[in-house]
């Protein structure tokens, strides 16, 4: 055990692949710990449960400047730009998946789900079999076992939602000592098993991790409600029919276990401001990845601003989006009655789309957005024009305008990212007791109808929807649910989950990538939707992704890859 070594910050090891080498030559590296420095020092053991929080860069582009956490969160093409919200202007491997190309020989920026989340699997698997070994007080010994199945089954959760059935590692260490030809070792679990050890996980992490992290533990660090949220999610998808493996009943269970913790509510700062907020009194944020000034990485501002302001102009919403918001009376667009005018679009829409998307004529930073040609400082003709939005749009969702957008490092990017937050957890609950009571009945073991919960995202301050009225049919009270993750969730990974865990991706991923060209003529501006991207495919086979060519390959071709590929 004494020659094994340990990287404090990103632990050695890939599930299958990897093991800890040897020191071979008797030389003590400056920048490791020996496994018994490690064990024998509970604040770096301490240390190396929370960087388990972060991944390593496995792709180019990710990271770029701070360790990938839970997904990619600020780091250049969002997952939004791999489904009908936006699209990424320079691709940056995301094309290749909006056109359905796809392959386990190339996953685009797809392809480092599999990897990054059994390294983690296999470095929590240390960190749980050695707890014991540490001295520390049993109190803390139960909060960190219970940090460590957190962050193991959203681990878990991020490969069944990606790949369906997959392999269960228990709490074993595989070494390449180990016995690699054992076909269990590469053998899949069924989805209902997978599903199933996934929310046991989540459940025995909440017995001991605390409400809140005020007793000093680190802000950002794993909570009781953290966990719950993981298991409302993975417990409404399993319920979904996609998956079909839980009901809508446990989905409703796992929603009302967060509500009830009383702990959370839906911000009343204005739907903008609540993507900027860090401050304690923020009681919608349940759990989320924290930037501070040290902690480098790509900044919002001018890695999706306009080009005319010196930005990258990188996610760029797609009319089909746009197309999609209500009109502030709560009527959708293609309503005769709704007041939609095709020569002014932008007027009169859900406030949830002026908090989202800068659209031709937006105020922007003291000035407006100019999308039109000829001459729009944001169009083609601009400056910097290699980075003009392909769609017409671009995003305002997440940014903020006090920040610097030209030369912002280090004084911009400290904006939370949300893995999740309240109103996700009525959405959850919202859905879960309309499919199994409808819209009006409150739910055996709930506290709130499904339109109840709704209507608390749908009318919070700064949005200000109409409250849907009471009467709802089902399938009525299934669009609002869908309407409401469609706008409230816009950009923040839901969409690409949603589509296929619903089975409507087969429509919604085979529709053209729309964008808009404004022509401006004296006053006067004529809009005309138009192509952005070409070749937007969906199969069956792609409501799951590919595991990489590359796993396959090294376990002799013992992992079973995904069906259709």
């Not at 909006?98 to 789900?113: D, H, Y």
């Not at 953290?226 to 009943?249: D, E, F, I, M």
């Not at 003291?366 to 400056?383: A, C, L, N, R």
């Amino acid at each position: 055990m004494k020659n094994k070594i340990f990287n404090i910050l990103l632990c050695t090891g890939v599930l299958f692949a990897v093991s800890c080498k040897k020191n071979f030559l008797d030389i003590k590296p400056t920048d490791r710990l020996s496994e018994d420095v490690l064990l024998g020092d509970s604040s770096l053991f301490e240390d190396f449960v929370l960087n388990r929080y972060l991944g390593v860069t496995l792709q180019n582009k990710e990271g770029d400047g701070s360790a990938p956490g839970f997904g990619r969160g600020f780091e250049y093409a969002l997952w939004s730009s791999l489904t009908d919200e936006s699209m990424y202007t320079n691709d940056d491997n995301t094309w290749l998946i909006q056109r359905g190309l796809m392959a386990p020989e190339n996953t685009g920026i797809a392809g480092t789900i599999w990897s990054r989340s059994y390294r983690s699997i296999r470095e929590c698997n240390y960190a749980l079999n050695n707890l014991d070994k540490v001295v520390m007080s049993d109190a803390h010994k139960s909060r960190l076992r219970s940090e460590l199945q957190f962050i193991r089954a959203f681990r878990y959760h991020d490969l069944i939602r990606n790949y369906g059935g997959v392999i269960l590692m228990g709490n074993k260490v595989y070494n390449l000592t180990d016995n690699l030809q054992d076909p269990a070792l590469f053998a899949k679990s069924t989805l209902q098993q997978s599903m199933d050890y996934a929310l046991e996980q989540l459940d025995s992490a909440a017995l001991y991790l605390p409400v809140d992290n005020n007793d000093g533990w680190k802000t950002g660090r794993a909570t009781k409600g953290a966990a719950l949220a993981v298991k409302s999610r993975l417990a409404l998808y399993a319920a979904s029919p996609l998956y079909n493996v839980g009901t809508w009943q446990a989905a409703i269970d796992a929603a009302q276990a967060v509500i009830a913790l009383n702990k959370y509510s839906i911000y009343s700062g204005g739907y903008s401001n609540l993507f900027l907020d860090v401050t304690a009194e923020n009681k919608e944020s349940i759990f989320a990845r924290l930037y501070t000034k040290n902690a480098n990485h790509t900044c919002l501002e001018i890695a999706n601003g306009p080009n005319g302001y010196g930005g990258w102009g990188g996610n760029t919403p797609l009319q089909n989006l746009v197309d999609d918001y209500e009109m502030s009376n709560g009527k959708p667009i293609t309503d005769g009655t709704s007041g939609y005018d095709i020569n002014n679009p932008y007027t009169g829409r859900d406030k949830r789309f002026y908090a989202s998307i800068l659209y031709n004529g937006a105020s922007y930073r003291g000035s407006t957005i100019e999308t039109f040609t000829p001459g729009g400082k944001d169009s083609q003709e601009g400056s910097d024009n290699w980075n003009t939005s392909k769609t017409g749009y671009y995003l305002r969702k997440f940014t903020n305008e006090t920040y610097p957008l030209v030369n912002p490092w280090g004084n911009a990017g400290f904006q939370p990212w949300y893995y999740f937050r309240y109103a996700e957890i009525l959405l959850n609950y919202a859905e879960a007791a309309n499919e199994a009571f409808g819209a009006d009945v409150v739910p055996t073991g709930g506290t709130l109808t499904a339109r109840a919960a709704l209507n608390l995202v749908r009318t919070r301050a700064g949005v200000d929807m109409p409250a849907l009225e009471a009467g709802l049919s089902k399938d009525a009270m299934r669009t609002a649910v869908r309407y409401e993750r469609r706008v409230e969730l816009a950009f923040e990974e839901h969409r690409f989950y949603d589509v296929r865990r619903w089975k409507i991706a087969e429509t919604t991923e085979n529709v053209p990538a729309y964008g808009i060209t404004v022509v401006k003529t004296g006053t006067t501006y004529t809009y005309t939707r138009k192509t952005a991207l070409d070749g937007r495919k969906f199969e069956t086979k792609h409501y799951w992704l590919p595991i990489p060519r590359a796993e396959i390959q090294a376990s002799n071709n013992k992992i079973l890859q995904s069906t259709g590929y």
